[in-house]
Every structure is written in structure tokens, then in C-alpha cells.
């Protein structure tokens, strides 16, 4: 294993990623997590008698997921059932109306015409043209480390680079989905796509309207068990492949000789490597874990972090039938909830509200009649002036009596309760400010501004995670990890 060392900052699903590739490809990967057990933003917790997820609720492309145990030599369906969700979310409009979300077209458009019959048609021109741009970008901006020029500059990209207009990243999100659809609450429908990586959909490009395409041409998916089941099979297939995980390990700095990085310190104790994959936040790694560069770190305060949340974790006595595993109750005035998150980062006055509950398809995940609810809302990143103690209360109030206006009066039902806000978002996973998808795509540069997987500061240090190329969310930090993995291969073998 000469020069073949490999340290890994952090356990969550981009390091993972990264860790079990390199492992597998006869590197002798070390992977330290600062916290008792990996997985960092897909985390689980129980609650007397519920059990709830609580980061990630949603599974997208699980392809990605397939082929990352493919390339370890697993069969994922050996460790994990993938469960299709219809509906993929039942939406609730301010007016009183309800609609059901499907990846099933016929579906979908039933659902469309019982709401607004004149936008069916405009549904099917939306999909064509959200596969349009997944076809003309994917390749590029989701799966090739695009900081590399020798790998950007290839012929089979000249069709998306001489067509970069039409990939639509002039207009917003919203201002595009407008012009598909007459209805108002479709619109909200479709422009809530841009949260889906952490963005403002009144200012990120259209060309994120990509995501509405992965998700009703690929569909949504629950994980058997809950999305933290997904951690454990990949912690089984990491250390199956030799990965040696150091849990409540954290990284203290990243150790260099000039140019070149040489290992890393944890916990008081230098551990010798020829490279160092961070997948923890890129942006906290330069200002905490990297001395000096004071430039780079400037450049870095300048990247928007993404959205942050706040959720509420509710076992709740009795059932709410009207409710489906995945929901979303949404505001009034899109547009002033996400002036003041991204312009004032201040707390919403009256944020949508997202509610997730697992037992809805694993009973065990509540007592009998009753329901585990988490209910996530969209939230500003960490900045001066706000006092999350005071907000915690503050929205609690807010949520409930919204849920009341809707029907759903839970107030005296609630058995046990957790809440985070940004600030533990922060603390618990080290994200920058509490982003919870790294950095925001609110401007039609991000996607190359992102840090890229190599660093461009020290020779042999890596990125990967939702911080970085290509961006946050389960399916991208994955392939994030893939990316650098790569990088690191082709790197030493280039060193000989
Ligand atoms: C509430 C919430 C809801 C979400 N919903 C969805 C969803 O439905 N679908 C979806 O696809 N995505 C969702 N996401 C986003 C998704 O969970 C993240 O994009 C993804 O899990 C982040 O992975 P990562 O590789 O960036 O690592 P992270 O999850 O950020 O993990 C980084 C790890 O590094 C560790 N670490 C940091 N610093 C150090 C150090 N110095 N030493 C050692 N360890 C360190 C941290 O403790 C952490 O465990 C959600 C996230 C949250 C929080």
C-alpha cells in the first residue's frame, strides 16, 4: 500500500462514495467521522416509540445508488428495497384545493385536468422541454468533474457547449414555468422544484427545471425501513472492501509539506497519507482545517450558501388520512417566503411546510394509531440578528396553527417532539452557516463558481459532498464521491 494512503474527512454519503471506490480499486482508505456514527446529513433518530428519518426523505436517480454498489462488486436489491411513492407528494394550496403528484403520466394529467383542465397540454410541452435540458446537460454538469478542462473539452460535450443558450439559463425557474402554465398553484407546484438542491426558484436559472425531469421521468423512492438504511448497507459494503472507519474522529487540520498535502490530524494524532478526501463542507474545511490562503477563503464567503430548514420531528396520537407519506402544505406568497429567507435571511412569516411520514409505509415506525411526522420548513442560512430560540417557538405556533386551518388539528395530540434549526444544523454536520444542500444555484454561474473536486491550493487534496461539483442532494454528492475518486486514481497513476 506505498503512496497508496488515503484519508477521508467525514462519513457522509459523498466521502462514502469516494471511500468505497477507492477501496475497491486497492487504495488503503482510512475514513474519520467527528460524530458517533456516519452518514452525516441522512441521519435517523428514535423517539420512544417512533422512529423517524431526519435529513433526507426522498430518493431520486437510484440508479446512482445502483451502480455504486455495482462498482464494489454488491447487488443493492441485496441490501435495500427501492419502494416507487405514489403519490409522490399530495400538495395542499392556500385556496383549500388538494392534488396528488405522479410519476404516472396518466396520473399526473388526471390529476392536472381536475385542477386546471387548459394546463394538461402545458404539462406534457413542460416535460419535453425539462427532457430537453436533461438531455443537453446531464452529462456535463452531473456526471464530469467540469473544473477539468481535458475532461470538459471532449467532442461527445461540443453539442451541449456550442448550445449552452438553449439550455435556458437567462430566464428563472419561476419566470419559465410561468410561461407553461395559466394556473397559479401549478406554477408554485413546478417553481418548488428549485428547493430541491437549496435554491430560490425567483432567482435560480431555469435550467433547474432539469430536476422536475428527474423526478416524474425516473420517479421518487422510498428506502424499505427508512433512508438511513441506505447508510448502513454502505457502511457493510465499506468495510467489506477494507475501509477502516474511526467514528466521534474529528479532523483537525489537513496536513501539508508546501504544496503537497501529507495526512491529516485527528483528535491530537497526525495520520500519515499521500492524499486527503474532504467530504466535509469545502467552504468550513478552508477557513477551520487549511492554514493560511486567506484569498481563496474570501472567494469562498462570496458562494451563497444553499437553504437552510427547520424541522420538527412529531409522533402524533391518531392517524391523519388525508395525508400521504410525502406532503406539502404551501404558502400564500411564494415569492415574499423566499425574499425574506434568501434576501433578509430572516425567518418566513408564513413558510410551507413539508411533512413526511414514514409510517404511512412501515407501520413499525409508529404505535398503532398514531403517526411519525417530519415536518421540515424552508429556512434562511445562519446570519446575524436571528434568535433561533425565540423562532423555534416562534414557528411552532406558526405550523400548528396552519395544520388547524387545513384540518389537521394536532396541537394536543403531539406524544414526543424534537426540533433543529440552522444552528444545529451548523453544529451537528458542520455544514457552512447550516446550509443543508451546501452551496445555492440562485445565479446562472454557480454551477462552475462550486468548488471543483480537485483542490487547486494543495497537491493530493480532493472535495466531494454537496459543497462542491456537482452540487447537493443524495444522487449528486454520490457521484461527487465518484468524481474524486477518479481524479485520484488517474493522479497517481499519472505519478507512477
Ligand atoms: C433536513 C434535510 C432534508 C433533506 N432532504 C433531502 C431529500 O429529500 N432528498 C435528497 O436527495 N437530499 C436531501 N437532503 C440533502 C442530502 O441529505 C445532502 O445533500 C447529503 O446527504 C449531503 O452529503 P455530503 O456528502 O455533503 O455530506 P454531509 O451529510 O454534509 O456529511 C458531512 C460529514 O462530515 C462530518 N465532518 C465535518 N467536519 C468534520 C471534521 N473536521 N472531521 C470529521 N468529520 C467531519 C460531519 O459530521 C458529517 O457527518 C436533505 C438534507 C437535510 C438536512
Known sequence: MENRRVAIIGGGLGALSGAIRLAQLGFSVQLFEKNPKIGGKVNEAILGDYRFDTGASLLTMPFVID??????????????????????????????????????????????????????????????????????????????????????????HFRTLFRLHQIDPFRTVHERVSRFFSDPRLVQLFDRYATYNGSDPFQAPATLNIIPYVEYGFGGYYIKGGIYRLIEALEIVARQRGVQIQTSAKVERICHVGKRVNGVQVNGETIDADYVLCGADAVVAHHELINGHRHQQKKLNQLEPSLSGMVFLWGVKGKQPALAHHNILFSRDYRTEFKQIFKHQQVPDEPTIYIAITSKTDTVHAPTDAENWFVLLNMPYLAPGQVWEHEKTRMR????????????????????????????????????????????????????????NRSRLLKGLYFAGGSVHPGGGIPLVILSGKMAATLIAEDHASRG
Open 67 to 156: 451502480e455504486l454498489f455495482e462498482t464494489a462488486g454488491f447487488k443493492r436489491s441485496d441490501y435495500l428495497d427501492f419502494l416507487p411513492v405514489d403519490p409522490m407528494c399530495r400538495y395542499f394550496f392556500p385556496d383549500g384545493s388538494a392534488m396528488n403528484a405522479s410519476a404516472d403520466k396518466k396520473k399526473m394529467k388526471t390529476a392536472i385536468a381536475q385542477l386546471s383542465p387548459n394546463d394538461v397540454e402545458a404539462y406534457e410541452r413542460f416535460l419535453k422541454y425539462a427532457e430537453r435540458i436533461h438531455n443537453l446537460t446531464a452529462e456535463i454538469f452531473m456526471f464530469t468533474p467540469i473544473h477539468e478542462l481535458r475532461r470538459l473539452i471532449r467532442p461527445r
Open 397 to 452: 405556533t406558526v405550523v400548528l396553527r396552519k395544520l388547524k386551518q387545513h384540518g389537521f388539528d394536532i396541537a394536543d395530540r403531539i406524544a414526543v417532539e424534537q426540533v433543529y434549526t440552522p444552528e444545529d444544523f451548523s453544529e451537528l454536520y458542520a455544514s457552512n452557516k447550516g446550509s443543508i444542500y451546501g452551496v445555492s444555484s440562485n445565479s446562472r454561474t454557480t454551477a462552475f463558481k462550486r468548488l471543483p
